[in-house]
């Protein structure tokens, strides 16, 4: 049961990605075909290839890249402390962010997202990789047993095994009585507000509201009382 978790092991993380490119125009002609092959089943007749890649290429670790990492984790005060990593540059946003895995307090840590194991843990991971990079340890997961992999999935535990359900980490927040992290801002303005506002910061901000609704649904999850942020820290390049 996961209230045997010690929480003080769990790393609640959230991501947010963005195309590579802000424009169709600034892709190189070979990845445009790429794209184009690889959408191709998926896109909806009114959708062109164009089109399909502004709206589509950041939620795709070959196409995007990661501008943010928030991660929370549970103080012995009981608060939730949070730390952010980000910036344009992802090669050195993922350097920074996997020294934290050096830290002896963190060899055991457990990970914890919503819909972590289909998007935020492969992505990371697959990032780590074409930056030239091995992933930290609790992302890689080959010749594990399941039960040796070191992370939690929220919406996986929502589902009760009920593999058709879908449930966002806004709705879970809403049935759970927890402040919405989408005061805001949503994850499909992400993009725009990078490419476009270039306004990062209101994005790590939002990451970090995903974080902490995060930490209490999983505490909801458990039947116990929400936590309160501690504090930020924040590493840009």
Not at 71 to 89: Q, V
Not at 147 to 162: A, N, Q, R, V, Y
């Amino acid at each position: 049961m996961i209230n045997s978790i010690p929480i003080e092991r769990v790393l609640f993380l959230d991501i947010e990605t963005v195309p590579n490119a802000s424009a169709w125009d600034d892709l190189p002609e070979s990845e445009q075909k790429l794209w184009d092959k690889k959408t191709f089943q998926q896109r909806k007749d009114q959708y062109t290839a164009e089109d399909f890649y502004m709206e589509r290429a950041g939620v795709m670790a070959e196409f995007g890249k990661i501008i943010c990492i928030s991660i929370g984790k549970t103080e012995r005060n009981g608060k939730l402390l949070i730390k952010s990593f980000y910036g344009d540059d992802e090669k050195t946003l993922l350097e920074e962010f996997g020294e934290l895995f050096n830290r002896p307090q963190l060899r055991d840590v457990i990970l914890c997202a919503h819909n972590g194991k289909e998007f935020d843990f492969p992505w990371i991971a697959r990032r780590f990789l074409i930056n030239g990079m091995q992933p930290p340890v609790p992302f890689q997961l080959y010749g594990k047993k399941p039960w040796e992999i070191p992370h939690i999935d929220t919406m996986e535990l929502w589902k009760f095994g009920d593999y058709k359900s879908y449930v966002s980490l806004e709705l879970l927040a809403h049935v759970f009585n927890i402040p919405t992290p989408k005061d805001d801002i949503d994850g499909s303005m992400v993009s725009s507000i990078y490419h476009i506002d270039k306004d990062l910061i209101r994005i790590v901000k939002y990451c970090e509201k995903d974080v902490l609704t995060l930490a209490n649904v999983f505490r909801r999850l458990r039947q116990e009382d929400l936590l309160e942020r501690f504090d930020s820290a924040s590493s840009s390049d």
